[in-house]
């Protein structure tokens, strides 16, 4: 079973600043996640990444195959980005697994 | 653009009856997946169907029961309900493993 490890678990930074999440993985894979997840429980899915870099609007996320390790970035944060940011590998046929999520608070 | 709809989005039951889930996913969406989350946790896989036919299982109980029907919708069955069971479920679609598409969910209450 693959085991999901995310850093930070928690993260609050002040309005504009550079956000990284670390999502580090045990097992090689097909494709890797990055989900938001607002309070009241909704999940969006942000990237699906396979190899290299996906960028959408301030959205940044890379993957290293090799060593088994993706980042999401946030860039110029906003309140509205507070949410729970989680990592969740595998695919096709197979279910995911999640990481623990990363709990990130935008202060105005 | 149609999303991936569940029902209901809210259902309270007692201990030992019987919940019944929906899911429809995206049209022409080939595989569908459920997942558990309990409070404050991370969700967990429990079973995924491709092209109507079960393709994978998780962790999930022997009480709870899926099956994937000819219009694509899926149905998650949960008998002998346990307060356990209270936890947000999730159905999510996907064509030939791309991208990722999440339901509302269905917010389970077991009492």
């Known amino acids: 079973k693959n085991e999901v490890e995310q850093s930070p678990q928690n993260l609050t930074a002040q309005e504009g600043e550079f956000i990284t999440i670390n999502c580090s993985y045990s097992?090689?894979?097909?494709?890797l996640h990055w989900l938001q997840q607002h309070p009241g429980g909704g999940i969006v899915s942000l990237f699906m990444?396979?190899?290299g870099k996906k960028k959408h609007g301030r959205l940044i996320a890379t993957i290293n195959i090799q060593e088994k390790h993706s980042s999401l970035h946030i860039t110029a944060s906003h309140p509205r980005d507070s949410a729970v940011y989680i990592c969740a590998v595998g695919g096709g046929a197979d279910g995911l697994t999640f990481g623990k999520g990363t709990h990130l608070i935008i202060q105005p | 653009a149609a999303g991936v709809i569940q029902s209901p989005r809210h259902l309270i039951k007692e201990k030992r009856e019987t919940a019944t889930l929906k899911c429809y996913p995206i049209?022409?969406?080939?595989?569908v997946y459920w997942y558990q989350q309990g409070p404050g946790q991370d969700p967990q896989f429990l079973i995924s169907?491709?092209?109507?036919?079960?393709?994978d299982k998780g962790s999930i109980p022997d009480r709870f029961s899926a099956q994937q029907f000819s219009d694509y919708h899926s149905e998650l069955n949960m008998s002998s309900l346990e307060l356990g069971d209270s936890a947000l479920y999730f159905c999510a679609s996907s064509s030939q493993g791309e991208k990722l598409f999440f339901g509302s969910g269905t917010q389970l209450s077991v009492l």
């Open positions: 049209p022409r969406h080939d595989t």
């Open positions: 097992v090689g894979i097909s494709a």
């Open positions: 169907f491709y092209e109507k036919m079960q393709s």
């Open positions: 990444l396979s190899s």
